[in-house]
T-cell receptor
Framework: SQQGEEDPQALSIQEGENATMNCSYK?????LQWYRQNSGRGLVHLIL?????REKHSGRLRVTLDTSKKSSSLLITASRAADTASYFC????????????FGKGTTLSVSS | NAGVMQNPRHLVRRRGQEARLRCSPM?????VYWYRQLPEEGLKFMVY????????ESGMPKERFSAEFPKEGPSILRIQQVVRGDSAAYFC???????????FGSGTRLTVV
């Protein structure tokens, strides 16, 4: 079953603009992670935020987590053409012996 | 550290044949996960293994699919009697423990003709 749902499905912006992607999930979590996938490649881990954290930064990435609303957002500031990719959120259910469940992703296109 | 190695990168099988997909996790990683991805879709969880044990196979079809992660050697995802609907990209990932981020391989693209 799909745990996370990203919104929007697709996003097109110009270089230099900020990109915001949202993720909603259904059950309680241990942590939430964001991944990037370039076309035809494997996924790359971007950032992990634990259920007791509200915000986390990594370079041009900023992730927020609101466990009361069961939602997270990924902000990419000052986007570049190289940021063009699909972005997925993945949730780690608060349950032993389970693996990450991925959403369907947001496809980001950054034009120069 | 070579990362997660998957082979082959591309695999073509005729309907009814068997497909064997291999995954060598990162050094020091004992948790292995298999996912399937169809075009324009997200990853669907298939199976979670630790050395010699299947932890969660709730995403695996009950028939024709099996997975193992032996004490020595790579993890294997085996699909018997493949059908056209099995055509997809199959990704393997590994982690040092279940609460850490995953490292993914480049995937095996299976085409059933």
């Amino acid at each position: 079953s799909q745990q996370g749902e990203e919104d929007p499905q697709a996003l097109s912006i110009q270089e230099g603009e900020n990109a915001t992607m949202n993720c909603s999930y259904k059950t309680s979590i241990n942590n939430l992670q964001w991944y990037r996938q370039n076309s035809g490649r494997g996924l790359v881990h971007l950032i992990l935020i634990r259920s007791n954290e509200r915000e986390k930064h990594s370079g041009r990435l900023r992730v927020t987590l609101d466990t009361s609303k069961k939602s997270s957002s990924l902000l990419i500031t000052a986007s570049r053409a190289a940021d063009t990719a699909s972005y997925f959120c993945a949730t780690d259910k608060n349950q032993a012996g389970t693996a990450l469940i991925f959403g369907k992703g947001t496809t980001l296109s950054v034009s120069s | 550290n070579a990362g997660v190695m998957q082979n082959p990168r591309h695999l073509v099988r005729r309907r009814g044949q068997e497909a064997r997909l291999r995954c060598s996790p990162m050094k020091g990683h004992s948790h292995v996960y298999w996912y399937r991805q169809l075009p324009e879709e997200g990853l669907k969880f298939m199976v979670y293994l630790q050395k010699e044990n299947i932890i969660d196979e709730s995403g695996m079809p009950k028939e024709r699919f099996s997975a193992e992660f032996p004490k020595e050697g790579p993890s294997i995802l085996r699909i018997q009697q493949v059908v056209r609907g099995d055509s997809a990209a199959y990704f393997c990932a590994s982690s040092p423990d279940r609460s850490s981020g995953y490292t993914f391989g480049s995937g095996t693209r299976l085409t059933v003709v």
